[in-house]
């Protein structure tokens, strides 16, 4: 069973950097979609960064673009979001979400009914 466990929210000022883990067990043998998720309040879930463990480009909400980054660890099994430039807008309860996928291409945000692991989301706050 997957397990996944975020870490790394928090409050900061505009213009301030965060970087978001979550950490994966479970995992059984073969590629995986990973991918970071938001819902701020009063607003549908969106996606904002996936990737595919088993290489090639990753997936950026329009929003992030230039500012966030998304990576896999595979020795520690954990992905990291990287948070840069972080605006008010930014503010939301950030979810780290994985399913097996054999192919890079259903890692995108369309494929987001396919996640079906989810951690248990980490609060992040940017002030202005």
């Known amino acids: 069973q997957v397990q996944l466990v975020e870490s790394g929210g928090g409050a900061v000022q505009a213009g301030r950097s965060l970087r978001l883990s979550c950490a994966a067990s479970?995992?059984?043998?073969?590629?995986?979609?990973m991918g970071w998720f938001r819902q701020a309040a009063g607003k549908e879930r969106e996606g904002v960064a996936t990737l595919f463990t088993g290489g090639g480009s990753p997936h950026y909400a329009d929003s992030v673009k230039g500012r966030f980054t998304i990576s896999y660890d595979h020795a520690k099994n954990t992905a990291y979001l990287q948070m840069n430039s972080l605006k008010p807008e930014d503010t939301a309860v950030y979810y780290c979400a994985a399913y097996a996928g054999p192919f890079g291409e259903w890692c995108a945000f369309r494929y987001e009914h396919r996640y079906d692991n989810w951690g248990q989301g980490t609060q992040v706050a940017v002030s202005s």
């Open positions: 479970g995992f059984g043998y073969g590629t995986y979609c």
